[in-house]
């Protein structure tokens, strides 16, 4: 039996994303244990997850073992060290946070603004490029002249980068299959309007993928994007911002903080609402043959829930999340926290939620009466089969009735 393709999508949250990075090292590593039962065909991303998706991907195309340490060596080096970078740490995040709690003022500067921009240099002076300069750091770890003499990638893995167009409103994806990663696209992704000025990108100017797909997971079927060839069977999501909160939040950095994790998942819930929606569609036969030929993907497709309170259904698999204990401890300020300790703890929750996802993913489809052989990735692979869509096998779990 072929492979079950994957597609990784990873969520945008600043430094929080150093447990993205965690996950996507420890499913690597798995990958590695587990390489004839699937493959990863495309890798999405927006924000800090797109910087893991772009350093992952990177080492891929390049063939390196182990595929994950170029990516590791990035948050080494991009999290503070000494005494020097840890106050200066410090100093950012608890002021933010003090502003947030309503406890100090501020002066609503823009980032494109000659003081905001003095004020950073002042601070930054004579500390590591790693520390001070996110471009630079980026173009250390990756080649982009490298990457632009490849020309256009359609090979696995594709990678695909979530942004926002300010200017015309559209939502925009760089895709590795149609252009060369450049270090724009990354800086465009992971541009926070309050903290970085818009990035240009040929005529147009961009925003954090925030405001885009965050991160892109629809786009990750279409063949126009990835090729026919890379529908995945799978989406396998790394999620930051946590779906519910234990307590109301009244205090106005709880507010702050609440009101980002909601915003960083709308356009999650929508795409994966529709997703949910063409799967029932799909399952309950509702297209007719001539029909579904006009569709991207033409069998279900494993996603996660948007709630865990949603009914269960059998393409339903769990996703990589922190857990509950963890998210009750980090607040928005945290997002923007590059102390050692802050980030060696993600890294390793990182790890551990993605050995919990591997196991529970592998309970979930052995109890599914959706057959692994009746996926959209698998549809595709049996193009010009007499019966290449077996779903008339499928019948409706007692699980979906819950």
Not at 248 to 267: A, F
Not at 345 to 374: P, T, Y
Request: charged share 25%; glycine share 8%.
């Amino acid at each position: 039996m072929p492979r079950t393709k994957i597609a990784l999508a990873c969520q945008g949250g600043g430094s929080q994303t150093a447990f993205t990075a965690g996950a996507l090292k420890a499913l690597c590593q798995a990958q590695g244990r587990l390489r004839e039962e699937f493959e990863f065909v495309a890798i999405s991303g927006t924000s800090g997850g797109a910087v893991c998706a772009t350093l992952l991907w990177y080492s891929f195309m390049k063939g390196e073992r182990p595929v994950w340490k170029r990516m590791m060596d990035f948050w080494q080096e991009n999290t503070a060290q000494g005494p020097v970078e840890h106050a200066i740490n410090r100093f950012i995040v608890e002021s933010v946070r003090l502003v947030n709690a309503g406890m100090m003022p501020t002066l609503q500067l823009s980032p494109s603004s000659p003081m905001m921009q003095s004020m950073m240099e002042f601070m930054t002076a004579g500390q590591r490029m790693g520390f001070s300069d996110f471009r630079g750091l980026l173009e250390k770890h990756i080649d982009f002249a490298e990457i632009a003499s490849w020309g256009p990638r359609p090979q696995r893995p594709v990678l695909m980068l979530g942004a926002a167009n300010v200017t015309s409103g559209a939502l925009a994806k760089f895709v590795s299959a149609h252009e060369p990663i450049r270090v724009e696209h990354v800086l465009a992704s992971c541009a926070v309007p309050n903290i970085f000025p818009a990035v240009p990108i040929g005529g147009d100017a961009y925003w954090d993928g925030l405001f885009s797909d965050n991160p892109p997971v629809e786009e990750l079927l279409r063949p126009r994007s990835v090729g026919e060839a890379n529908i995945p069977d799978e989406i396998w999501l790394i999620k930051i911002n946590p779906t519910a909160s234990r307590r109301v939040p009244v205090k106005p950095g709880e507010i702050i903080d609440r009101r980002n994790q909601l915003e960083g998942n709308i356009s999650l819930f929508q795409q994966l609402g529709h997703l949910e929606f063409m799967n029932d569609l799909i399952l309950a036969d509702a297209f007719r043959p001539e029909f579904l030929d006009r569709f991207d993907i033409k069998a279900p497709v494993r996603i996660p829930k948007s709630f865990h309170t949603d009914i269960a259904k059998p393409y339903h698999i769990p996703c990589i999340e922190m857990p509950v204990e963890l998210q009750d401890l980090l607040d928005y300020e945290g997002k923007i926290d590059r102390g050692s300790e802050n980030i060696t703890m993600l890294i390793a929750e990182g790890e551990k939620a993605a050995e919990v996802f591997l196991r529970e993913r592998a309970a979930a489809i052995a109890a599914s009466s959706l057959g692994e052989d009746q996926t959209a990735g698998q549809a595709e692979s049996r193009e010009g089969d007499s019966d290449p869509l077996p779903l008339r096998r499928w019948k409706e779990s007692p699980r979906g009735s819950e």
